[in-house]
């Protein structure tokens, strides 16, 4: 049974620092690519960032997170890591993890319906 379990959100001042944590089992790790996704409320998913199998190539969606967020992967530890700086009132939302088996090691995948399995969520919320 494949799990996603993602962790590390909370409440935190606009200009601050969160690192979201997403430990996957049940699935060969090195086999996905790993995204990150969000949500506001009353909004639509969003994607956030992508990691290839390798960990090489990794991509960001450029309008709002770019610059201030990355992601990296542990495939020895199935994790995948989302560090976000400068964070603002506007990034306050659930924030999910999820999984894309690919053959490619360096492939990266920015549409949600291209992914296999996701996690619950992590909320994040940032007071302005």
């Known amino acids: 049974q494949v799990q996603l379990v993602e962790s590390g959100g909370g409440l935190v001042q606009a200009g601050g620092s969160l690192r979201l944590s997403c430990a996957a089992s049940?699935?060969?790790?090195?086999?996905?690519?790993m995204g990150w996704f969000r949500q506001a409320p009353g909004k639509e998913r969003e994607f956030v960032a992508a990691?290839?199998?390798?960990?090489?190539?990794?991509?960001y969606n450029p309008d709002s997170v770019k610059g201030r967020f990355t992601i990296s992967r542990d495939n020895a530890k199935n994790t995948v890591y989302l560090q976000m700086n400068s964070l603002k009132f506007e990034d306050t939302a659930v924030y999910y993890c999820?999984?894309?088996?690919?053959?490619?090691?360096?492939?990266?995948?920015?549409?949600?319906?291209?992914?296999?399995?996701w996690g619950q969520g992590t909320q994040v919320t940032v007071s302005s």
């Open positions: 049940g699935l060969a790790f090195s086999n996905y690519v």
């Open positions: 999820a999984a894309d088996r690919r053959a490619d090691t360096v492939v990266v995948v920015t549409q949600g319906y291209e992914y296999d399995y």
């Open positions: 990691v290839s199998r390798s960990g090489g190539t990794r991509t």
